[in-house]
C-alpha cells in the first residue's frame, strides 16, 4: 500500500521505501503541507505545526463582535498549505484565483472528499505521467470554494519505485454562470525554510539551458516564459538544494511542469522565512471563463526528492521519463537510428541529385535515417514563403523518388514540416488570414517572417491535420521532424468572442497537444522529433508524444557540451537530439564524442569529409553499436566534473547492468600536464573493468576512490574524449 489515511487525524500518507509526503485536513478543512522527504513511518501534527500563535481573531458577522479562534494546527502566516487561498490573512497568494460574483478576487477551497485508487488516470488533453496500477496509486481530494459553487479535484500520484509525486488540478464550475479565473497555477508546495540554493535553467537561442543557481533570499524569484511556448529563455523545470547539497550528498527537491506552452514557477521566501514552490500557466494573457458545469485540466506537475545529492535526482527523473512518460516503449529497447540531415550544409539550396547523393553517402558514415529539412515545399527557397502550404515543390526535389531510393539504400526517411506556422506569403494565409493570431488593427511583429496558426480552433486544427495526414498518406515517410519557429505576440483569436481572448494561449497548446496525439495515433511507427528554433520547447509535455527533441541549434560543440551538461538534471540524455556539424573549430573527435552524449546523428555534407575525419567516424560505429544503447539511452547517468565550476567537463553512462560504461571527458582551456583523475561512479564494488585510456584493468571502488588517470592526456583546449570500461573477469 503506497497510500495510507489515518482517519482519526484525517492524515494522509503517501510513501515508499524511500520517500513520504505528508498531508492533513485540518479543523477548517484547510489541506495542510506536513512533509516531503526521505520515509517517515509516522508524522507528529502537534511538533510539526506548533507556531507559538495558535489562534486567529475576526470580526463575526452575526454579532459585529471580535472573536478569536483557537485552531490546533492553522496560522495563516506559517501554515504550509496545500491549496493556499486568495485575498485572507495568508498574504503569500494563492495557487487559483477566481473573480468572484461579488467583484473580489477571495478565493478559498476547503476540503470536501477523498477517494484513493490503484494507477493513475491519464489526464483528458493534456500529456502526463503513466502509471499502472502494479506501480503506483493516486490519491484524490475534493474541495470546494467557500464562496461559490467551483470545485476543485486535487491528485496526487506515488509510484513503488520512483522518488516522486505527480501533482494535478483540475477546476469544475457548478454553478449556474461563467466563473471568471484570473489565476489556475497547478500545485503549490510550502516548505518550513529557506535553506535553498535554486538551480534553473535559463538561455537563449543557441544557448539553451544554461546552469545558473541563486541562494534564496527574501522575497520572490520568478522563473517564467511569457514567450507562449516553453521557450529559449527559461525551462519548466528547477532545483531547490541544500547549502553542501553535491552531486553524491545532500537534499535536493525538483519541480517539472508537465506543459509545453507560457509558465511560471514562483519560489516566494515570506518575512517568516519559510519557502511557497508554486507553478503552473503563466498569467500574461490568461483570464480563463468556466462556463456553467465546464471543467478546467490544469497541466501535471512531477516533484522529486533526494537525500543522495543531485545525481541521483536526476536519474530519477531520467528513469521516470523513460519509463512512464515517453510514449513508445520501444524507442527504448531499440537503437533510434543516426540521423543524417540536411540542414546545416544545403539550407534551402538543394534538388534531386544533391539530396540522392547525400542519402547515397549517409550509409557510408553510419546513417540509417536520412533527414530532408525545410525547403522542400511551396516555392520555399528562403525562410520568407510558404509555411502552411505543404505542397511538394516539383520543379525542387522529386520527393517518391527520394524516398524510394533512400528505403532501396535501406535507409529510414524523414521529413521536416512546421505545422503551427503560416507566412504571409503563402496561399493559405492569402485565403485564411484569419486563420493566424493577431490582434486587428495593430502591426504584427512578424518573428522569421511567419505567423502562428490558431490551432485553439477547431477549424484550423482540421485543416492543419488535413495537410499532415495527405502527405504521410502519399509518401512512405518514417520520420518527422515537427519544428516551431517564432514565440507569440500580439495575441488575439479570431475566432473566440472578447470575454474569451484570455483562452487563446492555453487553447493554442491545447490544440498543439491535439494534433501531436493525433499524428501519434495515426502514424504509431512515424518517429516523432520535436524541435523549436533547436530546444525552445524541451519539456515534459513534448516528451509525451515526441521521443526525442533537438537540443539546441548551435553547431559549436562547446555550446553543445554545456547544453548536454545541464540538460541532463532533468532529462536523460536519450532524449536529447544532437548532431555531429562541420562548420566548428574543434576536431571531428571532441564533436563526436559530443554529440554520442545524446542521440547522436550528423548535419553535415559527407562528400565534403576528409579521409581522416571519414575514418574516425566510422571508427565510432562499432563503439555506437556497443554501447550507445544500453549505457547512453537506457543507462545511469553520473556527472563527475562541472563545466561551470572547473576546466573539464566529465560524465559517465553506465549500463544498467554495471558492465560497461562510457565516460565523456572534456578539456576546455588548455593545460599544462597536470595531475588529472577523474573519478568514476555507478560500478559494481566487487568487479573490475578495463579502460580504454590506458587499458588498465581497475575495481569499481578503485575508479570511485582513486579514478581514471588523465594526467599528461587530453591536455589541449576543447578537446573531448570517449573512454570505455568493460567489466572482466
Ligand atoms: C530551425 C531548426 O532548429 C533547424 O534545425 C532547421 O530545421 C531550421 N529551423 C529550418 O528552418
Redesign the pocket.
Known amino acids: 500500500m503506497l497510500i495510507s489515511y489515518d482517519k482519526d487525524r484525517r492524515v494522509f500518507h503517501l510513501h515508499n521505501k524511500d520517500i513520504s509526503y505528508y498531508l492533513v485536513v485540518d479543523d477548517r478543512g484547510m489541506l495542510q503541507h506536513l512533509y516531503f522527504g526521505s520515509y517517515l513511518p509516522d508524522i507528529d501534527i502537534e511538533a510539526i505545526t506548533y507556531h507559538d500563535i495558535q489562534k486567529t481573531t475576526f470580526l463575526d458577522k452575526e454579532t459585529h463582535s471580535e472573536k478569536e479562534e483557537p485552531f490546533r494546527y492553522f496560522h495563516p502566516e506559517s501554515s504550509m498549505l496545500e491549496v493556499p487561498s486568495e485575498g485572507g490573512a495568508d498574504k503569500r497568494g494563492g495557487m487559483i484565483v477566481i473573480r468572484q460574483k461579488n467583484g473580489t478576487a477571495f478565493t478559498d477551497f476547503r476540503y470536501q472528499d477523498y477517494s484513493i485508487a490503484k494507477g493513475k488516470p491519464l489526464l483528458k488533453g493534456l500529456p502526463s505521467i503513466r502509471g499502472g496500477s502494479d506501480e503506483c496509486e493516486t490519491l484524490e481530494i475534493k474541495l470546494k470554494d467557500v464562496l461559490s459553487n467551483v470545485y476543485l479535484l486535487v491528485r496526487y500520484s506515488i509510484f513503488s519505485d520512483k522518488d516522486v509525486i505527480v501533482r494535478s488540478a483540475r477546476l469544475e464550475n457548478g454553478t449556474k454562470e461563467g466563473v471568471c479565473l484570473d489565476k489556475a497555477f497547478s500545485a503549490s508546495l510550502d516548505l518550513p525554510d529557506s535553506d535553498y540554493f535554486l538551480c534553473h535553467f535559463p538561455g537563449d537561442w543557441e544557448q539553451e539551458r544554461r546552469f545558473v543557481e541563486n541562494r534564496l533570499a527574501d522575497g520572490k524569484l520568478v522563473i517564467h516564459s511569457n514567450f507562449g511556448f516553453s521557450s529559449h529563455a527559461e525551462n519548466p523545470f528547477c532545483i531547490l538544494r541544500r547549502p553542501g547539497t553535491d552531486e553524491r550528498h545532500g537534499e535536493a527537491l525538483s519541480f517539472s511542469l508537465v506543459y509545453s506552452g507560457s509558465f511560471a514557477i514562483d519560489v516566494d521566501v515570506n518575512r517568516w522565512k519559510s519557502t511557497r514552490v508554486s507553478m503552473g500557466l503563466d498569467d500574461e494573457d490568461f483570464a480563463y471563463t468556466l462556463s456553467p458545469n465546464e471543467s478546467l485540466q490544469l497541466p501535471e506537475v512531477v516533484m522529486s526528492y533526494s537525500a543522495m545529492g543531485l545525481g541521483k535526482l536526476s536519474r530519477g527523473l531520467h528513469d521516470l521519463i523513460r519509463d512512464n512518460l515517453l510514449k513508445r516503449d520501444s524507442y527504448r529497447k531499440e537503437e533510434q537510428g543516426i540521423v543524417l ?1 540536411s ?1 546545416e550544409d544545403t539550407y534551402f539550396d538543394f534538388d534531386t541529385a544533391k539530396i540522392m547523393k547525400y542519402i547515397g553517402a549517409a550509409k557510408d558514415i553510419g546513417a540509417n535515417v536520412f533527414v530532408l ?2 525547403g522542400w515545399f511551396g516555392h520555399r527557397d528562403n ?1 520568407s514563403s510558404s509555411l502552411g502550404d505543404w505542397h511538394v515543390n516539383t520543379a525542387k526535389i522529386d520527393l517518391s523518388k527520394v524516398v524510394d531510393f533512400c528505403h532501396e539504400k535501406g535507409l529510414r526517411f524523414g521529413i ?1 514540416m ?1 505545422p503551427e506556422i503560416v507566412s504571409p506569403d503563402s496561399d493559405l494565409f492569402r485565403t485564411h488570414p484569419e486563420y493566424a493570431l493577431g490582434i486587428p488593427g495593430v502591426d504584427l511583429s512578424l518573428i522569421r517572417h511567419q505567423l502562428i496558426l490558431d490551432i485553439g480552433n477547431e477549424k484550423v486544427r482540421d485543416y492543419v491535420w488535413q495537410q499532415i495526414d495527405n502527405l504521410f498518406k502519399k509518401y512512405r515517410i518514417d520520420y518527422l ?1 515537427w ?1 516551431f ?1 517564432r514565440y507569440f505576440t500580439e495575441v488575439y483569436s479570431h475566432f473566440l468572442g472578447s470575454k474569451d481572448q484570455g483562452k487563446t494561449m492555453f487553447g493554442y497548446v491545447l490544440g498543439l497537444y491535439d494534433l501531436l496525439d493525433r499524428f501519434t495515433k495515426h502514424y504509431p511507427d512515424v518517429f516523432l522529433q520535436t ?4 530546444g525552445g520547447r524541451f519539456d515534459m509535455g513534448m516528451l509525451y508524444y515526441s521521443s526525442q527533441i ?1 537540443g539546441s ?1 548551435t553547431s559549436d560543440a562547446v555550446d553543445r557540451s554545456f547544453n548536454l551538461y545541464s540538460t541532463s538534471f532533468g532529462y536523460p540524455l536519450s532524449v536529447l537530439g544532437s548532431h555531429v556539424f562541420s562548420n566548428d573549430s574543434t576536431s571531428v573527435a571532441t564533436r563526436m564524442a559530443i554529440a554520442f552524449f545524446g542521440t547522436y546523428g550528423f548535419e553535415f555534407n559527407p562528400d565534403r569529409l576528409s579521409e581522416e575525419d571519414r575514418d574516425e567516424i566510422k571508427k565510432a560505429e562499432t563503439v555506437y553499436s556497443a554501447y550507445h544503447l544500453d549505457c547512453i539511452q537506457n543507462g545511469d547517468l553520473y556527472r563527475l566534473s562541472s563545466p561551470y565550476q572547473s576546466n573539464y567537463l566529465g560524465m559517465a553512462c553506465v549500463s544498467k547492468d554495471q558492465k560497461k560504461a562510457v565516460v565523456l571527458f572534456m578539456n576546455y582551456r588548455r593545460e599544462t600536464p597536470l595531475s588529472r583523475f577523474l573519478k568514476v561512479y555507478g560500478l559494481k564494488d566487487d568487479s573490475y573493468y578495463v579502460n580504454n585510456l590506458d587499458g588498465h584493468s581497475h575495481s569499481g571502488p578503485y575508479y570511485k576512490n582513486v579514478g581514471l588517470n588523465i594526467s599528461k592526456r587530453l591536455t589541449r583546449g576543447n578537446e573531448a574524449r570517449l573512454i570505455l570500461l568493460d567489466e572482466v573477469d
Open positions: 540531415n540542414w529539412d525545410d525562410d521536416w512546421e521532424k519544428d519557429n524541435c523549436a528554433s533547436g533537438q541549434d
